[in-house]
């Protein structure tokens, strides 16, 4: 507390100055920070730097009425966690305070001008130290503005209620910062307004099952979420305070099965944890049909950290450019605002920097229509009035609350925030559901995405290229599809003509050796038939059928060993279903040619050993009987000589398809 002791004496008689970039505009403060870990300095008055050759500007303007200061807490230096937000409200404020200085000539309260002094202070996103600012601040400020987050506007708002201080909050809605504190107001919607437009919005789109993301006080939106009539609300995810990719990762997994798979996601977060969703996301390669954000659409910092990864997600938003209102002091636009904000920042105009804008000219705005200074008088009027602004018509509950109209805006694919919803003020329809990722990465990376590339074609939903040729065949998935002309593999397959002549051969083949065993059978107790051995020349007309026989396999024939891709047309791990049966008829060729060829030949063998031994017995005139069985062993050893060589080649090293 000695700091802000000694800070307290300071500021009874030093103006706090900011450095910006260029020149320094007249009666706006410009704010110094010391390296002393924020603690709060002070800057002499700009005026006391100024040379001969660079005299004090003139103005126009005569204060009659003095000074009123407007002062504030805020995360003024980059490495603060909330500074990317607090600097968009901090340029709003500045644009506002330079209007009303500058152009307005200030405020008029009974027939006196009064010019706006804007101090800032470094409270280093700490609740402890906003509160303890704004006690050692106290003395010399007429209005508050209260820091960003609920939590560290909570005491800013507790000093100014104890010593009856009009505070005005651009970025917090918790309930208990305004409750029983009638000089506190708040200009962001409250939470449970914000879905209130974009779930039946999805719902009309078809959507029916949400699962929400949250992290501390941006929760109460998601913990608010009464989802319509027909919408499911599958499940709830709390986080700790600034949650990561890692720290999201399980949940993306999660909710990328099938069973888990929800069609909404809404994320209530601070913008920091946005982007860490997206990437846990995007690392899964997993997105819900549609994505929420409670915060983080049209930030450009946001919009810098995740790029075109940033297409199609949706946000719910109290303001967009495009809508059609005036600031009844300025007579700024939205779009308009949004020009002079981008001019004189340098940065895009988020929703953040309408409400820097609209908390400024409420003020002076209230004042004016109360025609006084006084607490009571000033929060009457902000009570009981609506105030048109750049950041839209404001008017506020009994609690101090704002209680306007929220949109529904979404990312379109040239990453341009759209008004989606509601109708009356859309500028383009829902996108839903949104694209994969594979099939973004298909259409703003890959060769399929191209017009009228060499490779081109259309991107599918699942990042496959739909090619617009028969002949073309699709390769790849998301960055990587493209559609290539594949030529007609030849297989050298057996020509049809071939085959039918084959078949045909194989036909007369058998015929004739059914017909032969037939007549055999038939006139085997005729004398010439007898002694020609039937038994033998019925086992030679059967190997030739055999043999024959060995055609058919060989006309059996099919496509590559392991499956093609149907979409890419790329081969596969998986074997065809029909390899087993291609396989068995590569081996039934040379099992049915050999043993054919063994049982007919070994036939002849057998028939004529039997003819030598009878011719050789007949020399010595011995009469000897010669049975079949005493032959039939050749053929027997010659039959399984041939199988067991088979067996073996099928066993070790089988002809395949």
């Known amino acids: 507390m000695k700091r802000f002791f000694g800070v307290a004496l300071l500021t009874a008689y030093l103006q ?32 006391q730097f100024l040379t001969k050759e660079d005299p004090e500007e003139e103005t126009p303007c005569k204060f009659t009425g003095g000074d009123l200061v407007f002062a504030h807490p805020m995360d003024l ?9 607090c600097n968009l409200f901090q340029k709003g404020y500045e644009l506002m305070v330079d209007y009303i200085n500058n152009k307005n000539c ?95 919005m999805l719902q009309a789109a078809g959507a029916k099952t949400i699962h929400t993301v949250y992290e501390g006080g941006p929760g109460k939106q998601c913990e608010s979420i009464v989802p319509p009539d027909g919408m499911i609300l599958q499940g709830a995810s709390p986080f ?13 997994q999660n909710l990328s099965m099938p069973e888990n798979d929800p069609d909404v996601v809404v994320t209530c977060t601070y913008d920091a944890a946005c982007k860490e969703w997206v990437y846990a996301m995007r690392e899964v390669n997993w997105s819900p ?39 009844s002091l300025s007579g700024w636009s939205p779009e ?54 750049a950041f ?110 084959g078949y045909i051969f194989v036909a007369i083949q058998c015929l004739s050796s059914i017909l032969c065993i037939v007549w055999t059978l038939h006139y085997q107790n005729n004398n010439v038939v007898k002694m020609s051995q039937p038994i033998f020349l019925v086992l030679i007309a059967f190997g030739c059928m055999v043999m024959s026989i060995s055609i058919i396999p060989l006309t059996i024939e099919g496509d590559y060993r ?8 790329l081969v596969t791990n998986n074997k065809n279903r029909d390899i087993i049966a291609l396989d068995a008829a590569c081996m039934a060729f040379p099992w049915l040619l050999v043993l054919g060829f063994s049982v007919t030949f070994s036939a002849l063998f057998a028939k004529i050993i039997r003819i030598r031994r009878i011719m050789a017995n007949s020399k010595t005139l011995r009469k000897v009987k010669i049975m079949v069985k005493d032959v039939a062993i050749i053929m027997v050893a010659i039959v399984t000589i041939e199988s067991i060589v088979l067996l073996i080649w099928n066993l070790v090293a089988p002809l395949e398809w």
């Open 16 to 47: 706090l100055l900011d450095v910006v970039v260029g020149k320094v505009n007249k009666n706006t403060l410009i704010l110094t920070r010391s390296a002393d870990d924020g603690s709060i300095t002070s800057s002499l008055n700009f005026s």
């Open 77 to 85: 230096h980059p490495n603060d966690k909330y500074f990317d937000i």
């Open 106 to 200: 200030g405020v008029l309260v009974q027939g006196l001008r009064y010019s706006i002094t804007l101090q800032s202070y470094g409270e280093d996103s700490s609740k402890e130290k906003a509160a303890a600012i704004a006690r050692a601040i106290e003395p010399t400020t007429d209005f508050f503005l209260a820091p960003y987050t609920s939590s560290i506007s909570e005491g800013v708002s507790a000093v100014a209620n104890e010593t009856n201080k009009i505070m005005i909050a651009p970025g917090s809605y918790f309930t208990s910062v305004y409750e029983n504190r009638p000089a506190s107001f708040g200009v962001l919607p409250l939470p449970n307004l914000y879905l209130l437009q974009v779930l039946p």
């Open 240 to 252: 700790e305070t600034g949650p990561t990719k890692e720290d999201f990762l399980p949940l993306a």
């Open 289 to 327: 049909r549609a994505q929420v954000f409670s915060i983080c659409i049209g930030l450009e910092t946001f919009e810098e950290a995740v790029g075109t990864d940033a297409e199609y997600l949706i946000g719910m938003s109290p303001w967009d450019r495009s809508l059609s209102i005036k600031d």
């Open 336 to 389: 308009e605002f949004a020009s002079l904000f981008e001019t004189y920042s340098g940065r895009s105009a988020a929703y953040h920097a309408a409400l820097g804008q609209a908390t400024i000219s409420l003020i002076a705005q209230a004042i004016e229509s109360s025609n006084s200074l006084e607490t009571a008088d000033v929060a009457n009027a902000l009570q009981t009035q609506t105030f048109e602004t």
């Open 392 to 501: 839209g018509k404001v008017s506020f509950d009994g609690n101090g609350q704002n209680k306007m109209d929220l949109i529904a805006t979404q990312y379109n694919g040239d990453s341009t925030v759209e008004v989606v919803y509601p109708p009356e003020v859309a500028s383009t329809s829902l996108i839903y559901p949104m694209p994969t990722w594979a099939n973004r990465d298909c259409v703003r990376l890959s060769e399929c995405g191209k017009i009228n590339g060499a490779y081109s074609g259309k991107c599918n939903s699942d990042g496959t290229c739909v090619c617009a040729s028969k002949s073309a065949n699709s390769f790849g998935i998301g960055p990587t599809a493209e559609c290539h002309e594949v030529p007609v593999e030849d297989y050298t397959y057996i020509g049809v003509g071939n085959r039918v002549v």
């Open 562 to 569: 392991y499956e093609q891709n149907s979409e890419t047309g």
